[in-house]
Every structure is written in C-alpha cells, then in structure tokens.
C-alpha cells in the first residue's frame, strides 16, 4: 500500500474516533491547566528535574539499586529488549499467568510475545489493552491505546470472540464484562507486570498514574510484582514528583489529576492472600537511551513523560492517529525521537514527514521538549541517509549546501525562494506552464506536488521593486523606523499584503524601508535541510545586522519566519539576540504603535458589516501573537471570532505533497467548518490558501482589512 | 483546619460526584452506619472515640473483599484542592479493603486536610523517607476506553469521604 493509501484508509475507518477522543482531551487540557496558577512554574521545574536526573543518570541508577535492594527488591538493568525480556521470563518461570497493567515501555520490548513463546498466559488488564490483545491491534495513542476504535466497534470485536449470552452493546456492558472477565485473570495470576511513570532514586518508589485501578490490582493482589521501566523514567527525591503529579493528568486527558496516583515503595506492605511473602523485581531498560542522553538532539527526548499531550494538540494526528502517525511503538510528535532512540532511523523514517513543523505541540509539552526541532533534527538525519535518481532534474537550479542524495521533493520546497524568485522573473509565463497539464504532470512525476491543488501565482513586480519605485515618506517625520521584511510569498506571490502592510504603517508614522533579503531558511528547515537553514539564516543576520545596528525594528508578515527568529534561530543562530528581540509579527507591531499612542483615526471607517472570522497561524498561536491581531481589529470595532482549530493543515509545503494531500484537506475542513459568517482573515499564506481552496471564501491578511479601512 | 479548606475540600468532592458526611467523634459511628451498604469489609480507624461497625470484617480473604459492597478504610490525609484522599497501604490492608468493593468509605480527620498539593507532599515525603507507601484517590474508578466515560472498573464505582471533626 502507498502512503497516500494507507492515509487515505486511515481517514476513512480511525480518523473519526481519533478526532472526537483527542479534541476531548485536548479541549479539557485547555480548561484543565487555565485552572492552575502555577502552570508555567510548574512546566520549567518540571524541566529542570528532568535536566538533572538525566545529567546525574549513571549517579541515580547506583542509587537507586541501593534504596530498591535496602528495601527488598531487585534490580535489574537490561541492556536491550531480549535482556529485559529474558530476565521477566526467568522470574515469572513458575508462572502459568500473568497479568499486565499498561506499559508502553513493554511494548516497546514485546514482552507479552517473549512470555507466550515460554508457554506464560498474558492478560492485559486496562480496558484499552485489553481490546486491543483481543484485536492484535498496536497502540495508536501513548495513553489511550485503543482511541482508533468506537464503541460499536469493541462491542462487535468483544460479541465476536467471547460470543457472551447477552451481546454487549452499551460501554457500561463493555466495561463490567471485561472487569470482570480480567478481574477472574487477576485473581488467579502468579505475577502482575506493571509499568512505572516515575522511578524516585533515592527511596525506591515507583509512581503509578492511572484512572482504572488495574495497576493498583495488578501490583497488589499476585505475590510478585514486576515493573518495568526505561532508565529515564528516575527522579532524584519524592519532593521531585510533585510538579509531575501536577502536570501529568492535566497535560494528558485533561484530567486535575487522575483517579489514581500510586506511590508504592516496594515490596509494598499489604499482606499477599496466599500468606507468602512480596517479591519485588525493578526492570530498568536501556535498550538506546544511554545513548540517546550523548546525542544532543536526542537527549530532550528522555525528559518525556509520555502523556500524549503533543498528539492530541496536533491537528495531523487528530484525523489519522498514531497508526499513520506513529513508529514500531510509539505515536505522535515525540515518537520521532524515541523511535529514532530505541528502534532506529527507519522506523522514525516512516511517519515523520507528518510532523509539519506548526509547533501546537511546544506550549503542550508538560516538559517544554522543543518536539518540532526534534523532528527536523532527525528528519536531516534521515534525508542524509536517502538516495535519489532523478538529480539531473534539478541539479544547478537548486542551490541549496545539503548533500546531494536528499529526496528531490524536500529539496523543491527546501528552495522555496529561489523557485519563487525564477517563477516571478519568468512571469506569466511560469505561472502558465505551472498550471499546465503537461506542467503539472511534470511536477507531479518529479516532484510529487499534487496536480489537484493550485500552485502559487508568481507577481512579475515583486514587493521589493514596487517599494523602490516609490516615494517613502522621509524618515525626520516619522516617528519610528522599520524594515518590513519581505519573505519569498510577500515579495513574490502575495504583493498586495505587503503594500497593504507599508502603506498601514507608513500612515501610523513608521519610516518604513523594504530591502531585498535573504530568505530566513524556513524552507529547508520545514524540509529537514538544516544546513542549508543555517546559511541561509547567517546571511540573514548579516544583512539585517545595519538595520538593527541603526536601531531599526524588523516587522514581519509571515509568523513562519518570525518564528524562526523567535524559537528556530536558538538553534541556528543562538548568539543572535538583537534579531530576536527587535522584531515583530506585523499585528503585534500595529499593537504596539498603538499603544504608543500612533494615530488611531488614519484607521477607522464607518461601514456596518464588521464581523469577522480570524484563524491565527499555528505558529503565531504558539508566540501567543493571536490576542494582538484580535485587539487591534477589536479596537477598530470588529467583531472578532476565532478559530479552535490547531493548524489549517497547509503547513507550507505539506498541502502539496501527493502522500499527504487527502489529510491536508481532512485537516482543512475541520477548520472550515468553524467558519461561519462574516469575512475570513488569516495570518499566514498556508492558511488563506488553504481556506481558499477549500470553502472558496475569499480570504485576507488582517492588515488588508486596516488598509482598505484608511481609502 | 480552616474552614476555607473544608469547603474547598466538599467543593472538590461534589465535582467527582463524592458523597460528604461531616461529623463528631461522637457521631461518627453513626455517621459510618449510615455510609455502609452490606456486607462490608474494613481496616482499623485510628481516631480517638471512632470504631467501626460491629459487621464490619477485619482482614478479609480474596472471597470475602470481592463480595464485600462496602470497604472502609481510614485516609491519612487529604488534599482539599483536588478532593484526593490519601491511604496508605499498611498490613492491615488498606490497599485492597480501599480497592476491591464497590464502595469505598474512606475517614479522615479534619485536621488532615490539607490545602493543596505543596502541603500534600510535605507529609508525602515523610512517609516514603520512612519507606512507606500512600495511594492518591480521587473520586471513583473511572475509564473512557469502551467508547464513553464508565465509573467502576477494576475499582470502587462510588466513594463516600467521612469528615471526622475535631471537637
């Protein structure tokens, strides 16, 4: 099956149930953390316990041995899958059945496959896992395992092989058949395998998170328990949890806390029913994260805590899941990088082009992983290991510094710029051969650009050449001055937003100059093409440094570039301070001039149909830009609505790759379905495009509307 | 223990749908004669002046905790902002007399309750240092994963929290 298939039958049978369980818990993780005061403290200690116990690992490790085996357990270390799993069925050898509590970690090492092949009877106990052993289904979320299926559809899986005298229908019927169908399994288990959240080194006990009770069962009522769990799950101290226990429910299912939160400090002291003693085994698995704690880019990865929050808040996953987005284990944004650790390039290879860069992710992260990063640091990785046939097509044409066997779709949008700036010398004419048929089958034979959408019209005057054709106003009247930076789409396709944009802020007293500049290496970034992003951005800074050296602000049309001075520069540029904190996305500019008291009235206008619907970019959404955009038409007495919806699915280049053109427009109409009434405005060119070509609205930048208010 | 915790420890409890009795030492025994459903299986309060029903069983087997409507156990302490109650398992079996039956009635002085989670890892810690454990219960067993939110699974459906006041 291709890509596109496989998305396209995804879409069709999981993307339903996906869509409504992740939008619920990422809904209730907004309302959940508004709640908490301290929500931000909260995320940055968080970060910083998780910094240290992996800095101190090998420290914790020791420690940890000591205080478990001070206590009466074991620890084992396992070096790799088959380790951990041999030791769990050396332990469990006298076992005839095991129950399980959900352990991503141990499907991660298989161990219910390694344990049956030993003649051990598993049982999976949390409700999730238990359907998806009946189904020989993988996980398709980190906490919710079995968010791909519908209640009908357990209740026909469930009818179907248990054949019960009463078919089941209501999720009550499901869930009292399997609690107690898995509450008989638990009775006569010998062991009960659990998972760990979190490991405190320096008292041995082990933090449970969970909402059904299972792990409580399945640690306390067999005789031995044995939990599992990778070595990045140590905290140093037990006052240490307590941000995570803040942290954890809110961030994942949006939940205060969940029902339970179990600190056992092993081998607990409740008494066995046979009357035996506690047997307490700690498996601690390696299996590539030492590794991954020497790799920088790697390294973020262990500060995981797994709760799903970057899947649910990501607008790709909500229509496909971790069945598409998603390696041999792990699903969602942050799997790239445990892949990338435990299984290997390959298997993160396959899933994450559905990663877009839109960043949603990065203020969910109860640990503040910058999960986009990691995803373009290893999508660099993985273009440097692909090959390529085709090279002749574009060789010359694309000047890019990455190695030359980078697949030549990423290499075309990789260059945006200098395609926009050949597309916009050669118009009409390139626009022409663009939207032919013999054009498009080219494109989408070399390329995979999807023929079905409609690719960009390149302005024969780009802004750069209109500003220089006309008269500024002169800097002594003006009150401040800016260079409007003119990004590949503002100076090559979408012209009229940037005139709009001069003329707003020439008339609210900014001296504005629009120089002709390097690209900010967007482009290539969003295509895993680092190197090329890091020139690009260093000729960037080297250009504008006059400008800021002068005292000049840099406003920015596009929230994608200004996002990269604000979060990509730290890692291409991070000694470039003057860049990031003199510029500005072009609304929050306006914001502040305002503020500054520039001269409202050049703005207002009397007309009555004010009502307006706003979608803010996903990476504007992420700099917390949207409130300016809605304050400032809100002061011009607009009636602003804005959009839920995470991303427009557009992401760039995303929309017109061929594998993903079906999900880019699943994401899509989500959005326009909140659009209801009123004119559409939008920050970024992915998102009017994309809204344009899906509900043939019309659909502005806001500094369009302030500009057709002063004619 | 101020009165403000008290009543965002009740508020935090009506939000999980957790039945509340506040009481005296004195009328505590009634109080938890009320809290019980038949038949019922428990662990040893630790209040001055408060003992369990007569028809309480004490160190139930298996068979008698998964018949058992109704476990009563005492909480340690209680955490008003998040409406947790906080057992620690001992070898009186709190764990499971707390788990096992539909029902859980878990008592706690007022004195306990603390305001939010700092104040609730102070005494955390303090029983972990000691190498102890606690479990953090809050509201009833609860799963989503058969297609709609079901209270009762693998644990109590319904939990009734009697406030034992000091006076």
Known sequence: MTRADAIRKLLATEGESVASNTRTFNEGRYDSVADLEAYEELKDRAREIKEDAIERLPELIAQLRESVEANGGTVYLAEDAEDANRYIADVASDAEVLVKSKTMTGEEIEVNDHLAENGIDVYETDLGEFVLQVADEAPSHLVAPAIHRSREDIARLLNAHFDPEEPLETAEDLTQFASEYLGNRIREADVGLTGANFVVAETGTLALVTSEGNARKTASVPDTHVAVAGVEKLIPRMADLQPFVELIGRSATGQDITSYVSFLTPPVETPTFSGDDREFHLVLLDNGRIAMRDDDVLRETLYCVRCGACANSCANFQHVGGHAFGGETYTGGIATGWEAGVHGLDSAATFNDLCTGCSRCVNACPVKIDIPWINTAIRDRINREGADGLEFVYRGLLPDDDPSNIDRQKRLFGNFSTVARLGSRFAPVSNWMARSEPGRRFLSWAFGVDPRRELPQFQRETLVEWFAGRDPIPADVATWEAVLYPDPYTNYVDVERGKAAVRVLESLGVAVRVPALPPTGRAPLSQGMVGTARNHARELATALAPHLDAGRDVVVVEPSDLAMFRRDYDHLLPECDALRENSYELLEYIYGLLANEANIDVLQRAETDRQVTYHAHCQARTLDLEPYTVAVLERLGYDVVTTDAECCGMAGSFGYKADYYELSVAVGESLVEEIDGGSVIANGVSCQEQIESISAESVRHPVELLARDME | ?167
């Open chain 2, 1 to 167: 223990m101020a009165t403000d915790t008290v009543t965002a420890f009740r508020e935090s409890l009506r939000e999980l749908g957790v039945e509340f009795t506040r009481t005296t030492p004195t009328g505590a025994e009634d109080a938890l004669a009320e809290c019980v459903v038949e038949p019922a299986v428990g662990t040893p309060l630790p209040f001055d002046g408060v003992s369990l029903p007569e028809s309480v069983t004490l160190d139930p087997t298996l068979a008698e905790l998964e018949r058992a409507e109704t476990g009563i156990t005492p909480a340690t302490f209680a955490i008003a902002d998040y409406g947790t109650v906080v057992v620690q398992p001992t070898d009186a079996g709190e764990d499971s007399v707390s788990l096992h039956p539909d029902r859980h009635v878990a008592v706690v002085a007022e004195s306990d309750v603390v305001p939010g989670m700092t104040a609730a890892f102070d005494r955390l810690v303090t029983i972990a240092e000691a190498g102890g454990s606690a479990i953090f219960a809050t509201g009833p067993s609860a799963t989503a994963d058969m297609g709609a939110l079901v209270q009762g699974v693998h644990g109590p459906k319904e939990v009734h929290v009697l406030l034992v006041s000091d006076r």
